[in-house]
């Protein structure tokens, strides 16, 4: 049994990993501020005693007691409404955030694991994207308080790893869905599954020409854990290579849901990636790891999540 502590634990992707890892007969201690998260997505966990959740912000301090082997940084907004409406507190948590839960690790001799995003790529000039290229990011656009948040994360995680010899990892995630997704976060899989289910429009950026490769939450999360107990540093990509044009994705939202909603087009954001695909060579040769979960299949899954919860469809 190892005892690991998750910032953003409350979170949409943390709960799910607090979820695998109790699952997996561990401890856990989930570290949130519910800015962007709820103690409601990790409520099914509390009656487990090898779990306790803490109301911390990361980016004043981390304070755990006694023996920590694993720290996963997951804190942070990470939907485009989120962190563009949240810019301040975006930067600061993967700066100061980073370098709290980077400190944690350091003191407690434990494995450390940062969330990065192939956001780092920024509108990538090469595609697919392998972790050697160095992304094409704008950092005074709206977007850049995300990617460059996390650019510095990543170069954070190096420098201590280098500095002071944490063992540590990173992973670039893919645009990632499942249950405890919120419905009105900004991206695309939940705006598309709100719109349909409750026909109103389905709103598609631009033409729906730019790409995306989604993959299913159990995926992401087994891929992870398979990063966390590998010595690996990284960073590798965890993502699906199955690339869609983000109107094929409205369109099989659409069909799947057998939604009257028609599809119309809105004006694509600033700086919107183009294309985005991740090579995962590296994930398959060293961690023997590949997805599993199919395109329609995962999206049958997150859709039943949304029918199942209509409460939160609006
Ligand atoms: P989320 O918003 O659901 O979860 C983030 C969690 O961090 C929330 O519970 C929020 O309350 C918490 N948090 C934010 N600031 C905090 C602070 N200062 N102190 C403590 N807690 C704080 O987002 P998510 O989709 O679960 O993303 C989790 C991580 O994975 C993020 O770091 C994100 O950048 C990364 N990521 C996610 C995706 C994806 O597709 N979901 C893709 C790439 C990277």
Redesign the pocket.
């Known amino acids: 049994m190892t005892r690991t502590v998750v ?9 799910h990993l607090c979820e695998q890892l109790l699952a997996d007969g561990h401890e856990v201690i989930a ?8 103690p409601i ?1 990790v409520e099914h966990l509390m009656e487990n005693d090898r779990f306790k959740l803490v109301k ?5 301090y981390v304070h755990v007691t006694g023996e920590v082997d694993q720290v996963l ?7 485009p409404i ?1 962190y563009l409406e949240l810019p301040i ?2 930067m ?2 993967g700066s100061l ?1 980073t370098l709290h839960a980077l400190g944690l690790a350091k003191e407690k001799g434990a494995r450390f694991l940062l ?5 780092t790529y920024g509108d990538p000039q090469v595609h697919p994207q392998p972790e050697t290229y160095w992304g094409h990011v704008n950092p005074v656009g709206p977007r850049g308080v ?1 990617d460059e948040a ?1 650019r510095f994360s990543e170069a954070l995680t190096m420098a201590y790893r280098r500095t002071h010899g944490v063992d540590t990892a990173i992973v ?6 499942g249950p ?3 419905p009105n ?1 900004g ?1 695309a899989i939940p705006a598309f599954a709100s719109q349909a289910l409750t026909g109103k429009p389905i709103t598609v950026a631009g033409d729906g020409s730019q790409t995306r490769s989604i ?1 299913y939450v159990d995926d ?1 999360i087994d891929g992870i854990l398979k990063l966390l107990r590998s010595d690996l540093a990284g960073p590798v990509n965890i993502g699906n290579p199955h690339e869609t044009s983000v109107l094929f994705l409205a369109e099989t939202i659409k069909r799947l849901t057998g939604s009257d909603s028609e599809i119309v087009f809105i004006p694509r954001p600033t700086d919107d990636p183009t294309v985005r695909q991740p090579d995962i060579t590296l994930a398959r040769t060293e961690l023997g790891w590949e997805p599993s979960v199919g395109y329609e299949e995962g999206l049958e899954r997150t859709l039943a999540y949304f029918k199942a919860h209509p409460g939160l469809v609006r």
């Open positions: 910032t953003g634990g409350a979170g949409f992707l943390g709960s570290l949130d501020n519910f800015l962007t998260g709820t997505n911390t912000d990361v980016t004043e940084h997951f804190a942070s907004p990470a939907s989120d507190e975006t600061k948590v955030g969330a990065s995003t192939s956001e995300y996390k670039r995630i893919f645009n990632t869905h405890r997704m919120r976060d991206r993959i992401l």
